[in-house]
């Protein structure tokens, strides 16, 4: 019986094929022990209680991928008001109680400076406070700091209005006319306007334009639940360098539209700074007080 089931399975015959087959179980072996046995070890040792995490995603998908807020009510409900999750490979601490997470955000926030990094290889998304680490947070926080005070904030108000106005007046329209028009897509516009304009210092020169970037910003901002976008995304947390040479070759549109707002903020900076040492004025948002701050 045995000899039977020896003549049915495959052996590699020659030493390339005893190498490939070597190398793929050595790869599987490290991935899982990387996305599985090490993570789970990390969670044991904080010492709190956790879900079952599976191999590769974790617990992100635990009670579906568009449901995570029903997932935190559960897991409050099964394990108190501090426990543990993973998020793909990377432990993650929940808190459901206001005094120590006021504690950890404002008095002992410079204490939490290093976070788990998913970006490290992407540029440009290395060098944002969620990647930077030690000194260089604190260096680029010190910066911001005076970006986000209450009057700063005050001044893009007006900017936020213009745009609320814009879909306002889009809807009403739409009312008065018994025209239909998609209520997501709109607000998702709305919703890109607004950070193109404020935190990005961008302003629209005509439609074309004005379309061309929103449409950019919502293929890396907005989620879209396909089985291919959902695939990218994993591909993106687990590998962000292999995100960037599969990506392209499976359309290129999330690179090519992070890219195209790159070139265009970079633009805008450069523009911006000219101003400056012209002594122009310049359009008082958030980009604008971050150069201001940066020097």
């Given at each position: 019986?045995?000899?039977?089931?020896?003549?049915?399975?495959?052996?590699?015959?020659?030493?390339?094929?005893?190498?490939?087959?070597?190398?793929?179980?050595?790869?599987?072996?490290?991935?899982?022990?990387?996305?599985?046995?090490?993570?789970?070890?990390?969670?044991?040792?904080?010492?709190?209680?956790?879900?079952?995490?599976?191999?590769?995603?974790?617990?992100?998908?635990?009670?579906?991928?568009?449901?995570?807020?029903?997932?935190?009510?559960?897991?409050?409900?099964?394990?108190?008001?501090?426990?543990?999750?993973?998020?793909?490979?990377?432990?993650?601490?929940?808190?459901?109680?206001?005094?120590m997470?006021?504690?950890?955000?404002?008095?002992?926030?410079?204490?939490?400076?290093?976070?788990?990094?998913?970006?490290?290889?992407?540029?440009?998304?290395?060098?944002?406070?969620?990647?930077?680490?030690?000194?260089?947070?604190?260096?680029?926080?010190?910066?911001?700091?005076?970006?986000?005070?209450?009057?700063?904030?005050?001044?893009?108000?007006?900017?936020?209005?213009?745009?609320?106005?814009?879909?306002?007046?889009?809807?009403?329209?739409?009312?008065?006319?018994?025209?239909?028009?998609?209520?997501w897509?709109?607000?998702?516009?709305?919703?890109?306007?607004?950070?193109?304009?404020?935190?990005?210092?961008?302003?629209?020169?005509?439609?074309?334009?004005?379309?061309?970037?929103?449409?950019?910003?919502?293929?890396?901002?907005?989620?879209?639940?396909?089985?291919?976008?959902?695939i990218?995304q994993?591909?993106?947390?687990?590998?962000?360098?292999?995100?960037l040479?599969?990506?392209?070759?499976?359309?290129?549109?999330?690179?090519?539209?992070?890219?195209?707002?790159?070139?265009?903020?970079?633009?805008?900076?450069?523009?911006?700074?000219?101003?400056?040492?012209?002594?122009?004025?310049?359009?008082?948002?958030?980009?604008?007080?971050?150069?201001?701050a940066?020097?």
């Open positions: 019986m045995l000899e039977g089931i020896a003549e049915r399975l495959w052996y590699p015959q020659s030493a390339t094929s005893q190498l490939l087959v070597a190398l793929i179980v050595i790869g599987c072996i490290y991935l899982y022990f990387n996305f599985f046995v090490a993570p789970v070890r990390r969670l044991k040792s904080l010492g709190l209680p956790f879900p079952a995490p599976s191999a590769f995603t974790g617990n992100i998908f635990d009670y579906g991928a568009t449901k995570q807020h029903v997932a935190q009510m559960e897991w409050q409900k099964k394990y108190g008001t501090r426990y543990a999750t993973q998020f793909f490979k990377a432990p993650a601490i929940w808190i459901a109680e206001p005094d997470l006021k504690t950890i955000m404002v008095k002992d926030f410079s204490n939490f400076t290093n976070r788990f990094s998913f970006n490290a290889n992407l540029p440009p998304f290395d060098k944002t406070l969620l990647e930077l680490k030690n000194q260089d947070w604190k260096r680029v926080r010190t910066i911001l700091i005076p970006t986000f005070t209450a009057t700063k904030l005050k001044l893009i108000v007006p900017f936020i209005k213009d745009t609320s106005d814009f879909l306002i007046n889009k809807f009403v329209k739409a009312d008065e006319e018994g025209e239909k028009i998609d209520a897509q709109c607000c998702g516009m709305y919703s890109m306007k607004v950070i193109l304009g404020t935190a990005f210092g961008l302003e629209f020169e005509n439609e074309e334009q004005e379309v061309k970037l929103t449409k950019a910003a919502s293929l890396f901002f907005r989620q879209e639940f396909s089985l291919k976008q959902t990218l994993l591909v993106f947390f687990a590998s962000p360098k292999f995100f040479f599969i990506e392209p070759k499976v359309g290129g549109k999330v690179v090519n539209a992070i890219n195209y707002i790159v070139g265009i903020t970079k633009n805008a900076i450069k523009e911006r700074r000219k101003n400056m040492a012209e002594n122009r004025s310049c359009r008082r948002d958030m980009l604008q007080h971050m150069i201001e940066g020097g």
